[in-house]
């Protein structure tokens, strides 16, 4: 399962992304098995994320949530930096 939403910095603060993991990606694209469930918050930069054929744009203010074992394509045609969390369900809608 892929969910992606665009939040405000009152929803992103109520969600705690600023306590989460930083993470910075350079330019880059392939194939992303997930061996663990994860939440990430883009806090700069833009990340296309394809999944079932159906490609996702995400760029700073964007959180998602991918499942455990997703298999999707990655592309970051530039440098992406997210705030992420593993195995931890959140409320995105």
Known sequence: MFFAKEVT??????LGVD?????????????????EQEVFYVTDGEVFITVDEKKHRLTKGWVASLAKDLVCEWDCPVLVKKNFIL???IDLK
């Open 19 to 35: 306590t989460w993991e930083p993470w910075v990606g350079e330019t880059d694209k392939g194939i992303w098995h997930l061996e």
């Open 9 to 14: 910095e009152e929803e992103a603060r109520q």
């Open 87 to 89: 195995n931890q369900e």
